[in-house]
């Protein structure tokens, strides 16, 4: 997956207006104009990198003068301490991109590192693990593409390009067979359907109303175990619901396919990565 950084100039503007408005009103008051500036983005603490391309791109709106200079790739695993890139210009726009610039890798770091961390546990098995929409408003394509820069895959990116069944869905439509039946004539044949289960019986049900992927929602694991061997390679399988990294390579020994997992994106913390000045702030 690679980002359309032309697509995110609408984001960054507005992200820009939000936090420097009429203007960066301390910059102004005390550093001179014409004054610039160098510095080096630095991790504070271990994680995989993401995010570079949005950072750079924040200075480039404020100014062409401003060069900025990756000095790792977008999903490389770094040791506290690695520089990661430099920045040098205008100070005036050094200055006014630095929140947002380091926010942005913040926080895409962090859902790289939190998605690096279960993919290692779930090494040697056949599931992967992938995201969900539970994201961000207005950040999902750069919250997903930072999951693929930890290594995961993604789930569907919005409502229109897939078709999951949920118990919501199940209790407007009459249930498993009515809304999987109803899906397979409507929905386009290229999208494939996938229904979410709760127990052994909706397992069965899905199997026989002929869905594609069944989502396994919220079974402990040996359920889960017994739903894997039910289906039987008939259609494929995803675990989802409160899985962590204490509960992650249990889920994966199942021999699901699929792990979702809504908190790479909804509750993560961010990796902590800092500007710093040469020769100081």
């Known amino acids: 997956m690679t980002l359309n950084l032309t697509a ?36 504070r603490e271990a994680g995989v990198v993401a995010g570079l391309p949005v950072a750079a791109l924040v200075f480039a709106r404020l100014s062409p003068d401003v060069v900025f200079r990756a000095l790792v790739r977008d999903g490389e695993r770094c040791p506290a301490a690695t520089a990661v890139a430099e920045v040098s210009g ?41 995201d969900t929409r539970k994201t961000t408003p207005g950040l999902r394509v750069l919250e997903k ?52 289960v709760e127990d052994l019986r909706g397992v069965a049900a899905a199997l026989e109303a002929g869905a594609d992927i069944i989502l396994l929602d919220n079974m402990d694991v040996a359920t889960m175990a017994r739903a894997v061997a039910m289906v039987n390679g008939r259609a494929l399988t995803e675990a989802s619901g409160g899985i962590s990294g204490e509960t992650v390579a249990a889920v994966a020994a199942t021999g699901v396919d699929f792990i979702s997992v809504g908190a790479l994106t909804h509750s993560v913390r961010s990796l902590d990565i800092g500007l710093d000045f040469n020769g100081g702030e």
């Open 8 to 43: 995110l100039t609408g984001l960054i503007d507005r992200c820009l207006t939000e936090d420097i408005g009429g203007g960066d009103i301390t910059t102004l008051a005390v550093v001179e104009p014409g004054t610039r500036a160098a510095g080096r983005m630095v991790l």
């Open 90 to 130: 205008p100070a005036w726009a050094v200055l006014g991109g630095e929140r947002l610039a380091l926010n942005f890798l913040q926080r895409l770091s962090g859902i790289a590192t939190a998605t690096a961390r279960l993919v290692d546990k779930v090494a040697g098995t056949r599931a992967r693990i992938v």
């Open 145 to 196: 593409y930072a999951v693929r820069c930890g290594g995961g895959f993604n789930h569907r990116f919005g409502l229109y390009d897939g078709v999951l069944i949920k118990d919501n869905h199940l209790a407007l439509a009459g249930g498993i067979d009515r809304a999987v039946r109803a899906a397979r004539e409507r929905a386009p044949h290229t999208v494939r359907v996938e229904v979410e």
